[in-house]
């Protein structure tokens, strides 16, 4: 069965400061990959999107950026973090499989950005 | 991508059907219209999946009237632990990919 992790769960930085957060997905190959982004209290906005290796697509301008090194992991990224950022990042996944139910979103358990 | 619309926020009682609504006036002929609920400090999970008519599974059901451009979900005698935000998406399962944006969902809160 198909698997999706994501680390940190919490994480506290200062402004200025760097970020990293991971996704990886198993048992499938392939997939489409996302992160969302959901401050408090909010709806869940898009911030990027990849429909394979090095393939990534932004939706909003923003001092963040995503990589795709490998099929299964999906990076965000920041070098100098804003106040702003603070919220709770969700990676995703999706695949083109009717048994999985096509386009389906699958999230994984989120990452609780707080910055200081 | 067709826009959708819920009600803001719903409230109901244990043990009462409660039926959310979702508006996509400009749904495409390829589009399907999924349903997930979100818990605090969770992602969302999917909960249902149509296209038209009516679709069921084991936690809800999903209505879908010809023109398509509304879709109520249906949760039959709902509990506490159903207090959730409901989302719904329309969006093309028959291309390999999808940029699938969520509206601002609609917050069910179920009192005893």
């Known amino acids: 069965s198909q698997t999706i992790h994501q680390w940190p769960a919490t994480l506290v930085q200062p402004v200025g400061s760097p970020l990293s957060l991971e996704c990886t997905v198993e048992g499938t190959s392939n997939p489409n990959l996302y992160w969302y982004r959901q401050a408090a209290g909010r709806g869940l906005q898009l911030l990027f999107y990849s429909v394979g290796i090095g393939q990534i697509s932004s939706e909003v301008p923003q001092n963040l950026s995503a990589s795709r090194p490998q099929d299964r992991q999906f990076i965000l990224s920041s070098k100098k973090l804003l106040l702003s950022d603070s919220g709770f990042y969700l990676c995703?996944?999706?695949?083109?499989?009717?048994?999985?139910?096509?386009?389906?979103?699958?999230f994984g358990a989120g990452s609780r950005l707080t910055v200081l | 991508l067709a826009k959708t619309t819920q009600p803001i926020s719903m409230d109901s009682y244990e043990g009462q059907e409660v039926n959310i609504t979702c508006s996509h006036n400009n749904i495409a002929t390829n589009d399907y219209i999924t349903w997930y609920q979100q818990f605090p400090s969770q992602g969302p999970r999917f909960i249902i999946q149509g296209y038209k008519t009516k679709v069921t599974n084991e936690v809800a059901s999903l209505f879908i009237p010809a023109d398509r451009k509304s879709s109520t979900l249906s949760l039959p005698r709902v509990s506490l632990s159903d207090t959730a935000v409901y989302y719904c998406l329309v969006g093309d399962i028959n291309t390999g990919f999808q940029k699938l944006v969520f509206g601002t969902g609609t917050r069910l809160l179920v009192s005893p």
């Open positions: 995703a996944w999706s695949a083109l499989t009717r048994r999985s139910g096509a386009n389906v979103l699958t």
